[in-house]
């Protein structure tokens, strides 16, 4: 098994890390997540300190068994330098789709979570290798990549348009977003198909 990459690396050990030190130290790291505009708590950071912080043990757990999975490859398809890019525009892609999001419902809670990550480097997996076999967890049926990502993607849209499970579904899909309009990018096309 080869090793992890670097940067996949290092973004997996700070989530643990800011868990740890949440959890163990009782340090409260509620001025890094991200807030509604408008409730008073919104800072500027908070768009890309979001992407560190956890809810729960299993909600770290499926993120950065996600990270690893899938950011791992990509990585070393991509090289260091384009997959932090990558990253970031997903990471800030799903905090503007969850401000605008959290604005339209008037929501007061927080955002946590990598899963904008995640779920942008899903994306991608499913562009590079659109072809692999994939077994998820649940239910552990094998499909090719790009089934993989357009079922969790329609998903999403349903249990974000259903409501009330408080998982930031539109996070989610501001993150694939992201990735796709940064792939889209680096292929020197448009966002709607046309070459620019």
Same mark, same amino acid.
């Given at each position: 098994?080869?090793? !992890?990459?670097?940067?996949?690396?290092?973004?997996?050990?700070?989530?643990?890390?800011?868990?740890?030190?949440?959890?163990?130290?009782?340090?409260?790291?509620?001025?890094?997540?991200?807030?509604?505009?408008?409730?008073?708590?919104?800072?500027?950071?908070?768009?890309?300190?979001?992407?560190?912080?956890?809810?729960?043990?299993?909600?770290?757990?499926?993120?950065?068994?996600g990270l690893w999975m899938f950011g791992s490859e990509i990585e070393r398809l991509w090289g260091g330098r384009r997959y932090l890019h990558f990253l970031l525009a997903s990471v800030l892609a799903a905090a503007?789709?969850?401000?605008?999001?959290?604005?339209?419902?008037?929501?007061?809670?927080?955002?946590?979570?990598?899963?904008?990550?995640?779920?942008?480097?899903?994306?991608?997996?499913? !562009?590079?290798?659109?072809?692999?076999?994939?077994?998820?967890?649940?239910?552990?049926?094998?499909?090719?990549?790009?089934?993989?990502?357009?079922?969790?993607?329609?998903?999403?849209?349903?249990?974000?348009?259903?409501?009330?499970?408080?998982?930031?579904?539109?996070?989610?899909?501001?993150? !694939?977003?992201?990735?796709?309009?940064?792939?889209?990018?680096?292929?020197?096309?448009?966002?709607?198909?046309?070459?620019?």
């Open positions: 098994m080869p090793s !992890m990459p670097p940067i996949t690396k290092a973004f997996m050990l700070a989530c643990v890390v800011m868990f740890c030190l949440e959890q163990l130290l009782r340090l409260p790291f509620g001025w890094l997540a991200l807030w509604p505009l408008g409730g008073g708590n919104f800072w500027p950071w908070q768009p890309l300190t979001y992407a560190f912080l956890h809810g729960s043990v299993m909600h770290l757990f499926f993120n950065m068994l503007a789709v969850q401000l605008v999001f959290t604005a339209l419902i008037g929501s007061p809670y927080p955002t946590v979570g990598a899963s904008g990550a995640l779920f942008g480097l899903l994306l991608a997996f499913g !562009m590079m290798f659109p072809n692999r076999t994939i077994i998820p967890l649940f239910p552990p049926i094998p499909m090719k990549a790009k089934v993989f990502v357009a079922v969790f993607g329609g998903l999403e849209l349903l249990m974000g348009l259903t409501g009330g499970s408080g998982i930031a579904h539109f996070a989610h899909l501001g993150g !694939m977003l992201g990735g796709f309009l940064m792939i889209r990018y680096w292929r020197g096309q448009s966002p709607f198909g046309r070459r620019r």
